[in-house]
């Protein structure tokens, strides 16, 4: 898993003294940088604009496969060039786990000004989002600590940004939460951080997912001044009933306002979350649903099957768990709603997406997205193609081509570990780590592979663990092989996915 | 340290389940220092997992505890554990059987109970002097006199011998362990006259073999013995032997009148069976002890791996299980359905849910039992006499069958008398019929019932417990066959007939059954990619039909960064459910389904 040391790139900055040992355990001390990192600080020249990468080397990433072939759109780079050794091809990831430097980064912000019932994210609400004794800006400051840490190990690990064993990043995240709830000069100041100290490629995909209400959505023009390419907002649902049953804040209109103001802020990618088999939901408002949503004219479409799970049950919300405990109120909402779905309803919903979706020129790029060409989320393409990606905040989740990392859900520890007062070092928060074996690291390329309509190529069906059940799921048609010979799901096959996946892991 | 036969006491304690058998026991053990306190995990007689999970005792075991009396001498008493289910009453009796007395245990608080009444009952049929405890007199619903007026009124146990404890607080202890002393008589035996040693139980030992539980009746065994089973025929030197205190405690020699183990080194199951006499090889006695009749299953099931190639380690398996639990029966079979595996007979159905577990635990293997049944006896058309089946798939066409007889039982039930009318209904539902009715004092009452086996394994006990508020108690025995309008009850799922699902019904309620197996099926079958009709039938005539809709979704709405690991552990725990199933033909189907009929959800 190490990398051998002639193989480290050499460390250019006297303050990143520190070893690679961090990489795999939150608890490991990140040694302190010394002179305190002010990130506003102009850096060493080296990495102070945006490295020139979207040359050559940006033909050798893998092809725009993610949109249909004729594709318009941003030049799809959602891997910036990377060492070659640490890739298995060029068209497929890497076959054997090795340590990769971050493609991407994910911020959970985990502010919400109310809690959504069915919400499993990491989200605190009321007083700490609002208020007198608000946790805000306390978190900000963590946040930016952790920014800084987290930026020391890749230093040591892989160089400072710009050098050749480490590429800028392709995508910046804010997920939440409700990230768009931070004023646009913070964002502001963290997409700086992050592109001074991770670097950010040109034309990188910087995303806010953001709430459509007028006092959640933010100053549209603001996180555009900030660099931020695309919104993606938590619509969920287009008619006020349905808000109302959710427990969410905003209305149907204000979703069109939202829109609007994204556009005039000149945000070059929209997005629309909606949420399908809700409680007494029926196939015909859902057909309405999508034809507003279309007529709101996205770039891009998350559709997600109300999912009403019980991370207590799945043993996630110990003190090192990636999620909070499930709150009564919302337990006894989940159990009442989850009574009220149906699985024939929500096929024939999803179903229904499908063939709207497609007429109107979106491409079902995964299960649960769909996109005008040239939007797909990159992003998102990331976690599919596992590309490593660097994650902060609280119950954020990385990846670094081996080993699965994530900080505890816990907003109160994660703020006191890097919290420190004068003269002792930060700590990095609590949280956890999973090597992903071999095996493991197998299956979930195929599993998230075959979730994109890109799929896996067709020489995995002679490989394990596609092979035993290879012809079984293109018996029952599940699964189909493209013309370019690439294994698909069918329609059938991505609503009945687990049914062959459960057969891979 | 040996000890004379006069200061050498057998026993067993006997109770209803719950009145404190167990908690008893470990202050017995406490009091005598067969064990440390400090040491001592509670309930130290139950030592299989199993056991304290579920808070019964399963297998019989022995302890022996050296007990200073109040004359200043040590006696050498043997506590022998008995189980407290109903379904093993033939344990029970086994045990009793090398005892020359019982401390019958009954709760203050809730009296005599269905189990108190059977076990008294089983061991005056052994002759043991019965040492009666009124147990919990700590609780304030405590009712001692009462409960003395029972126990005077319906089984004359005098008041006067009465000893009133409280396991619990320690409470009677001494008492009870000087009446052990003074009421119990000493064994007889002759030590110097040819071996003849009881093998009343056994368990199999990973290091030490074969293990067994013997009860001298005459003769000594001495360490390095070479010993002979009359029986098997099998020869043995003598590794160990000892007592239980309750480690294995190693001694020299072992005299008539007394309770020990011995380790045989013997691996093979046949050669040291319960029932069988040790005797020496050198200068054998003449003839064998009178041994045990042989367990009676009552219950019947075929137990199956889920994948075929498990047959073997299955076989292995259930051999070794054996060795600790001789009380259930097997022989191989095969079903169209599940393939090879063993056809099991069981106590009861505790006992076959048991030994399931234990197969699958202690062994690690994945099984499924198929539908139980009871054991019938068919007389066949043309005067071609009479089979035994157990299987109902083995049921010949109605053509060669003259009759069908069913086991039938005869039931005890101890109850409040408020529940006499829903106890009526609910066995005459159950085909029974009433016998009578005695008050056992002015609240409660001890009513019998007669009522096919086949009725009563059928979440009976369920449903008595359900209209009782729990406050009902029973035991039953066999009373012989009876002959009754029975019909086979075929189901097919996807076309395909599944053998292990087949029922013997009585024709009246076979089309209620039908509907009712049906319906639950379908409850019980998950969906699968395609439509799984459901058909019952009996012979050709289709009489309930349901079909399981074919599965529309299945599919993780979202997988990022922080879902994969989680979306993986959840499709981990999709796949080890459907390892957990039997694939029948194409349709995956869980062990539940097969045990449908026991299901208590009686309208
Ligand atoms: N209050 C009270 N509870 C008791 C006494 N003896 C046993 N118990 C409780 O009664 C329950 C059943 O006891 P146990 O020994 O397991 O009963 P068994 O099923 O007969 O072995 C347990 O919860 C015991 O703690 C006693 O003397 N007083």
């Known amino acids: 898993m190490r990398l051998a040391a002639g193989t480290l790139p050499a460390i250019d900055r006297a303050r990143n003294g520190t070893g690679p040992a961090a990489q795999s355990g939150p608890a490991a001390d990140p040694t302190a940088p010394g002179p305190a990192a002010d990130p506003t600080a102009p850096g060493p020249a080296a990495h102070a604009g ?201 209305r149907a209109r204000d979703v069109r306002e939202a829109i609007t103001d994204a556009r005039e802020a000149g945000i ?44 207590d049950a799945e043993g996630l919300t110990g003190p090192t768990g990636d999620h909070l ?55 998102n393409l990331a976690y599919w193609e596992r590309r490593p990606y660097e994650a902060v905040g609280p119950g954020a989740h990385a990846f670094d081509g081996a080993a699965r990392r994530w900080n505890a859900a816990r907003l109160d520890s994660y703020i006191a570990a890097l919290t420190s007062p004068p003269g002792v070092s930060a700590q990095l928060p609590p949280g956890g780590t999973e090597a992903i074996n071999p095996e493991a690291s197998a299956a979930e390329r195929i599993i998230l592979g075959l979730r994109t309509s890109h799929g896996v190529s067709l020489s995995e069906s002679t490989r394990q663990p596609l092979s035993d059940h290879f012809s079984w799921a293109r018996d029952a048609d599940l699964l189909s092989v493209t013309a370019d010979d690439r294994i698909v799901l069918t329609t059938k096959g991505r609503l009945l996915s687990n049914e062959l996946f459960s057969r891979l892991v | 340290m040996s000890i004379p036969q006069a200061r050498l006491r057998n026993f067993s304690i006997i109770a209803h389940i719950d009145h404190g058998k167990s908690t008893l026991a470990d202050r017995l053990l406490e009091a005598t220092h067969a064990i440390d306190p400090r040491q001592m995990t509670s309930q130290v007689l139950d030592s299989m997992d199993l056991e304290r999970e579920k808070g019964i005792t399963i297998k019989a075991r022995a302890v022996r505890l050296e007990y200073t009396a109040n004359d200043g001498l040590v006696y050498g008493l043997n506590l022998i554990d008995t189980p407290g289910h109903v379904d093993f009453s033939y344990e029970v009796s086994r045990s009793l059987q090398a005892c020359e007395g019982a401390i019958l245990v009954v709760d203050a608080a809730q009296g005599i109970e269905a189990q108190t009444l059977a076990n008294v009952h089983l061991a005056l049929r052994e002759g043991l002097t019965i040492v009666p405890v009124l147990n919990k007199i700590d609780l304030p619903s405590a009712q001692p006199d009462v409960v003395m007026e029972e126990l005077e009124s319906v089984l004359a146990i005098p008041r006067e011998e009465v000893i009133l404890a409280s396991a619990k607080e320690g409470i009677g202890i001494s008492e009870i362990l000087e009446a052990i002393v003074a009421r119990i008589p000493a064994p007889k035996g002759d030590p110097s006259l040819p071996l003849q040693a009881l093998v009343f139980d056994s368990h199999y030992d990973q290091y030490k073999g074969v293990i067994v539980y013997v009860r001298l009746a005459q003769g000594t065994l001495r360490d390095h013995d070479r010993v002979r089973l009359m029986q098997s025929g099998a020869e043995a030197d003598l590794l160990e032997l000892g007592f239980f205190r309750p480690a294995l405690v190693p001694v020299a020699e072992i005299h008539a009148g007394d309770v020990g183990y011995v380790a045989t080194g013997l691996k093979n199951v046949r050669e040291a069976q319960v029932g069988d006499t040790i005797t ?87 099984l499924i039992a198929s539908a139980p049944s009871v054991e019938y006896q068919v007389v066949m058309t043309h005067g071609r006499g009479s089979i035994t089946i157990d299987n109902p798939a083995h049921l010949p066409t109605i053509s060669e069958i003259e009759a069908i ?199």
């Not at chain 1, 709150?327 to 159990?335: D, F, K, Q, S, V």
């Not at chain 1, 919903?349 to 997205?369: P, Q």
């Not at chain 2, 002890?289 to 259930?318: C, H, M, N, T, W």
């Not at chain 2, 439509?531 to 979704?553: F, H, L």
Request: charged share 25%; glycine share 8%.
């Open chain 2, 405 to 603: 007889l069913e086991p039938w039982v005869l039931l005890s039930v101890v109850t409040p008398s408020t529940y006499i009318g829903p106890l009526m209904e609910l066995s005459t539902n159950r085909r029974g019929s009433f016998i009578g009715l005695e008050y056992i004092d002015p609240v409660r009452v001890l009513m019998k019932f007669e009522l096919p086996l086949a009725e009563l394994i059928v979440d009976y006990f369920d449903q008595l417990k359900t209209r009782t508020a729990g406050y009902a108690s029973m035991d039953y025995e066999e009373i012989g066959y009876r002959a009754a309008n029975l019909v086979k009850l075929d189901v097919m799922v996807a076309g395909e007939p599944v053998d292990a699902l087949s029922m013997i019904v009585h024709r009246d309620k076979s089309v209620a059954i039908g509907r009712t197996l049906a319906e639950r099926l379908k409850q019980l079958i998950p969906r699968q990619m395609f439509e799984v009709p459901i058909q019952a039938a009996i012979g050709s005539n289709v009489i309930a039909r349901e079909s399981v809709r074919a599965m529309r979704k299945n599919v993780v709405a979202k997988c990022y960064g922080g879902d994969i690991t989680r979306k993986r552990k959840l499709l981990e725990k999709q796949k080890e459910g459907k390892r957990r199933m039997k694939r029948v033909g194409s349709v995956e189907i869980p062990q539940e389904a097969f045990l449908a009929m026991l299901r208590t959800d009686e309208n």
């Open chain 1, 50 to 250: 945006p490295p020139a990468h979207a040359g050559p080397a940006a033909q050798s990433g893998p092809p725009a496969h993610a949109g249909p072939p004729a594709q318009s759109g941003p030049p799809a780079h959602a891997g910036p060039p990377a060492d070659p050794t640490a890739r298995g091809s060029a068209s497929e990831p890497s076959l054997l786990p090795a340590v990769r430097p971050p493609e991407a980064l994910y911020i959970h912000v985990p502010f919400c000004v109310s809690l959504c019932p069915y919400c499993d994210f990491v989200v605190v609400a009321g007083a700490a989002t609002r208020g007198p004794r608000n946790r805000v800006t306390a978190f900000l400051a963590a946040l930016r600590r952790e920014l800084d840490l987290r930026a020391d190990l890749a230093d040591a690990r892989w160089g400072t940004p710009g050098s050749l064993s480490r590429p800028p990043l392709g995508s910046l995240y804010f997920g939440g939460g409700t990230p768009s709830l931070l004023p646009g000069d913070e964002i502001a100041g963290i997409v700086e951080i992050v592109r001074l100290r991770f670097g950010l490629a040109s034309g990188a995909e910087v995303t806010v997912e953001s709430n459509p209400g007028p006092d959640e959505r933010g100053d549209a023009r603001a996180l555009a001044d900030a660099g931020v390419t695309r919104i993606s907002f938590g619509a969920q649902a287009l008619d006020d009933d349905t808000l109302r049953s959710l427990g969410r804040r905003h």
């Open chain 1, 268 to 311: 070059a990618s929209v997005s629309l979350d909606l949420l399908y088999d809700t409680p007494g939901g029926t196939l015909q408002a859902w057909v309405g649903t999508l034809d507003s949503a279309l007529s709101l004219a996205p770039d891009h479409l998350s559709l997600y099957a109300l999912t009403l799970d019980d991370p």
């Open chain 2, 280 to 366: 020496s090889a050198v200068s054998p006695a003449s003839e064998p002890l009178p041994g045990y009749q042989e367990a009676k299953s009552l219950v019947f099931a075929g137990i199956y791996p889920l994948s075929g190639e498990d047959y073997p380690l299955l076989r292995d398996a259930i051999e070794k299980l054996h060795l600790n639990d001789a009380s259930f029966t097997y022989e191989p079979e095969s079903s169209v359905a599940l393939g090879f595996g063993f056809r099991c007979g069981f106590l009861g159905l505790l006992h076959m849910e048991i030994v399931q577990e234990r197969l699958e635990r202690e062994f690690n293997l994945d």
């Open chain 1, 325 to 379: 405990p499930v709150a009564r109120g919302a337990r006894r909402w989940r159990a009442d709603a989850r009574a009220r779905q149906d699985d024939d309803r929500a096929a024939a919903m999803y179903e229904h997406a499908v063939h709207r979706l497609a007429e109107a020129g979106f491409h079902g790029y995964e299960i649960s997205n769909w996109a005008l060409p040239g939007h797909e989320s990159r992003h």
